[in-house]
């Protein structure tokens, strides 16, 4: 089995790709080995990952808060219905997904909000490859229930107890060779292939291997799902995969 993780920026030359060769035994040690991981993923290339591995980890929010699209909507027409406030709170409920603020209480990481941060520009390239993989026919349901896992790297790794915010950044290149070895330790079974240098030498990259490896443990039963009460929201706004920490 091929699982795909996708570090999503706005424009592809920050964009990381990973593939993960994965053997037949599902259990805690299932082998992993990193088949190629690039700098530089175009659409062409996120969209031919997608179709051919089995499921994909995509670093980025796969859709909008339902309450800040239908503020959209009714300020752009104008039947805005005049708010009792427009305090903090307020601002919030519009800013966030269902899912980040589960994020929040359950790893106490918040996620960065798409509707009012420059990750926007990375979702809104990711909604025009969606777009474009479902006239392929790929099933591409934000909530998981397809072939892709949204994925939020920071929170998996507090999730597992390793270092997850100070990794990133050209400076921060010693941080992130300690977290190599700590996820070579968390999972030994995961072969670098050659790779490990390129994660070090830049974070894009092992975020790439990241989400591969939570798409994986998502796959294998080991990640939360939206709970029943969520699951509509979900199929909107779509649905951060955090592995259990237990």
């Not at 690039?38 to 089995?54: C, F, S």
């Not at 009714?74 to 903090?88: E, I």
């Not at 990133?168 to 050659?194: C, I, M, T, Y």
Request: hydrophobic share 40%.
């Amino acid at each position: 089995m091929r699982v795909a993780g996708i570090d999503l920026a706005a424009e592809a030359d920050r964009t990381g790709l990973a593939i993960l060769n994965v053997g037949e035994r599902e259990s805690l040690n299932t082998q992993m080995t990193i088949d190629e991981l690039l700098l530089g993923a175009d659409d062409h290339a996120i969209r031919n990952a997608i179709t051919q591995a089995g499921r994909t980890g995509i670093d980025v929010p796969l859709g909008w808060p339902q309450k800040f699209v239908e503020f959209v909507s009714d300020h752009a027409s104008g039947n805005l219905s005049a708010p009792v406030t427009t305090d903090r709170e307020w601002r919030r409920e519009l800013a966030l997904r269902e899912t980040d603020r589960s994020i929040q209480r359950c790893t106490g990481v918040w996620p960065l909000s798409v509707a009012t941060e420059r990750i926007a520009y990375a979702a809104m390239r990711w909604a025009g490859i969606e777009a474009h993989l479902r006239a392929e026919g790929v099933s591409v349901a934000r909530d998981g229930s397809g072939v892709v896992y949204e994925v939020y790297p920071a929170a998996a790794l507090k999730a597992w107890g390793l270092q997850h915010r100070g990794y990133k950044g050209q400076k921060n290149s010693e941080v992130r060779h300690q977290l190599v070895d700590d996820l070579s330790a968390k999972f030994p079974n995961l072969e670098w292939n050659g790779h490990r240098d390129l994660c070090v030498a830049d974070d894009n990259a092992l975020d790439a291997v990241l989400a591969a490896i939570i798409a994986l443990e998502a796959y294998l039963g080991r990640c939360e799902p939206a709970p029943a009460e969520l699951k509509s929201s979900a199929r909107r706004e779509g649905w951060i995969w955090v592995p259990r920490n237990d």
